[in-house]
C-alpha cells in the first residue's frame, strides 16, 4: 500500500484579465504519482512542471485562488483539509525551496529544536548542525544573518530532526557545497532506509540518481513517465517516454543534445500530448487526446507509442 497517492491531480488558478473578467488557468493536469513507504521517488523536470504545485497541493497549503480536482491519499486515506492541517509540520514535513519560510524573529537553533519531538532537543539540532558543517554560532543567529546556503542547512535540519513519516524536499541542495550535499543526500538515503519516506523535488538527476529509488519525470504539468533509477543509463534506451529520453540525453555527461522547441506556457497548452509539438515520433493520433498513464517495462509511461 502506498504511504502517498495522487491520482489524475489537477490544479487551476482564476485570474482576473482585466475589470471583475476572470479565466482559469491551468497549471497542472491529470498528475498521476505515488510512494511506498521506505522509498524516495526524484521528481525531475523543468522549471514550471508542476513539482513545487504538487508539494503544496499535498500540504494544503496552495493559494486561495486555486482550484484541485482528483485525490490525494496519505496512508490510505483521503487528505483532507483538516486532515492536512493535522499533519502539516508533524507527519508530513516540507523541506522548501524558499529560505523565506524561517521565522525572521527566531534565532534559528531554537527553530530546530521546536521540531524534536522525541529525546533532547539541545543535542539533536547540535549533532544535526555539526552533521552538516554548521558551526556553534550558527544556532545563535537570526535568518538575517546567515548566507543562503546556510539556510537551507537550517532548513534541513529541521527536518531531519523531526518525526515526520514523509518528508517533501523541494529543492533543498541549491547553494549548497558538494560536502554538504553529499551528506544532505546521505541523511535522507537513512532518513529513507529506517522506514521513513522521501519525496525529493530537483534539477539535479545525478544527484537523485545516488538516493533515489524511483524517477518521475514531470512535463507541462504531468507525470510523463515514473521509472527505476536503473532505467537511466547509457543512451536512455531504457527509458519509455521521449521527452525522458531527450531530458537525459541533454545532459552535460550525455550526448549533450539540446530538446527543440520549450516547455508550454499553462496558457497555451497543445491539444493531446502536451510533449507532441516537440516529439520525433508525433503523430496526427497524438493531438486528438492527452494520453492516460500505462504500466510498460516495469514502469509507467503517458505515451501512446512507447514501446
Not at 551528506?183 to 537523485?208: C, P, Q, W, Y
Request: overall charge neutral; charged content about 20%.
Amino acid at each position: 500500500m502506498p504511504i502517498l497517492d495522487v491520482k489524475d491531480l489537477s490544479i487551476s488558478f482564476n485570474q482576473y484579465i482585466g475589470g471583475l473578467k476572470q479565466k482559469e488557468l491551468n497549471v497542472i493536469s491529470s498528475l498521476d504519482v505515488s510512494l511506498e513507504k521506505g522509498e524516495i521517488l526524484a521528481i525531475v523536470g523543468a522549471s514550471g512542471s508542476g513539482k513545487s504545485l504538487l508539494a503544496h497541493a499535498i500540504l494544503g497549503i496552495l493559494p486561495s485562488n486555486a482550484n484541485m480536482s482528483g485525490t490525494i491519499k496519505y496512508a490510505d486515506e483521503i487528505l483532507t483539509a483538516e486532515r492536512q492541517a493535522k499533519l502539516r509540520g508533524k507527519e508530513i514535513v516540507l523541506i522548501p525551496q524558499s529560505v523565506n519560510y524561517l521565522d525572521p524573529l527566531m534565532r534559528v537553533g531554537k527553530q530546530v529544536r521546536t521540531s524534536v519531538k522525541d529525546g533532547n532537543p539541545i543535542k539533536a539540532q547540535r549533532e544535526v548542525f555539526d552533521r552538516l558543517h554548521l558551526n556553534n554560532e550558527v544556532e545563535k543567529m537570526l535568518p538575517f544573518q546567515l548566507s543562503g546556503g546556510m539556510a537551507r542547512r537550517v532548513l534541513l535540519s529541521t527536518a531531519i530532526v523531526s518525526s515526520a513519516q514523509l518528508i517533501i524536499a523541494d529543492e533543498p541542495t541549491p547553494g549548497l557545497d558538494p560536502v554538504v550535499i553529499k551528506e544532505a543526500l546521505k541523511n535522507f538515503r537513512e532518513f529513507a532506509d529506517n522506514g521513513h519516506t522521501v519525496m525529493f523535488i530537483t534539477h539535479d538527476i545525478e544527484s537523485a540518481l545516488t538516493i533515489a529509488d524511483k524517477i518521475a519525470v514531470f512535463y507541462a504539468g504531468t507525470t510523463v513517465e515514473v521509472a527505476s533509477v536503473r532505467d537511466f543509463t547509457g543512451d536512455g534506451r531504457a527509458l519509455r517516454h521521449p521527452y525522458s529520453k531527450a531530458l537525459w540525453n541533454a545532459l552535460p555527461q550525455n550526448d549533450f543534445t539540446p530538446i527543440l522547441g520549450s516547455q508550454p506556457q499553462p496558457s497555451a497548452l497543445p491539444p493531446g500530448c502536451l510533449f507532441a509539438p516537440r516529439c520525433h515520433m508525433a503523430t496526427s493520433e497524438c493531438s486528438e487526446a492527452q494520453p492516460k498513464m500505462r504500466k510498460l517495462r516495469n514502469g509507467m509511461v503517458r505515451c501512446i507509442h512507447a514501446t
